[in-house]
C-alpha cells in the first residue's frame, strides 16, 4: 500500500526518524548526566515506552492511573504519576499498583500526601513522593518557598513519629530477648534491622531538620 492510499485521519510513525530520536534524546541525557524520565502521554503505547527504557529512560511518567495500569501490565515498573492522586477509590487503586510496581506521585499538598500514606499503609504497599513546585505555569504545585517548607516539616515530623514507634516496638519486644539472642539469631536479625532503618530515618530527619532551618531564613529574607 502506497501512502497515498491510506484512509485519513491516519496515523504514521516514521520509524527511522523515531529512532534517531530515541537515540538523541537518551545521548543527550547521558552526555549532561541527566536521568531520563520520559512523559508517555505523547504516545501512550507500551511498546514504545519499552524502546524508551531499553535506550535508556530510567522510568516513564504518566498523567493518570489508568495509564499507569496499563503500562505496569505491560511489565513496566518503574513509573512516576505526574499529577495528584486523590480520594480514597482512586488512593485504592494507586496502592494497589504499587504492590507490583516501584510507583512514584508528585504532589503539592499535605491533604494528597496523607491520603496516598493511608492508602499505602492499609494495602501494605510503598509509594514514593515527589514534591511540586510551580515555576510559573500556575498550574499545580507549590507556588512559595513557605508551602514547602511547610510540607517539608510535616514529612519531617511523620518521620519523628515512625521512629518512636520503632523505639516502642525495640523496646517492648526485642530488648526483653537479649538474654536469648545466642539461641535465637532471628531476634538479633530483627534489631540489626531496626537499627539500620532507624539509623536511616534520623538522616532524613537531620537533613530535613537542617533544610528547613536554612529555607526558612531564605523566606523571611
Known sequence: MHISELETP??????DVMERNLSRVADYCRTHHLLLRPHTKTHKIPELAKRQIASGATGITVAKLGEAEVMRDAGIDDILIAYPIVGPEKTA???????RARIRVSLDSIDAARGISAAAARQGSKIGILIEMDVGFERCGLSNERDLVNLAFWGKMSLLFISLLLLAFFQSTLVRSVAIWEETPSGRSWAQVLAVLSILMWVAIVILGRWIAYAQIEVNQ
Not at 93 to 99: D, G, P, S
Open 93 to 99: 487503586r494507586l496502592a494497589r499498583i504499587a504492590e
Open 10 to 15: 491516519a496515523v504514521i510513525v516514521d520509524l
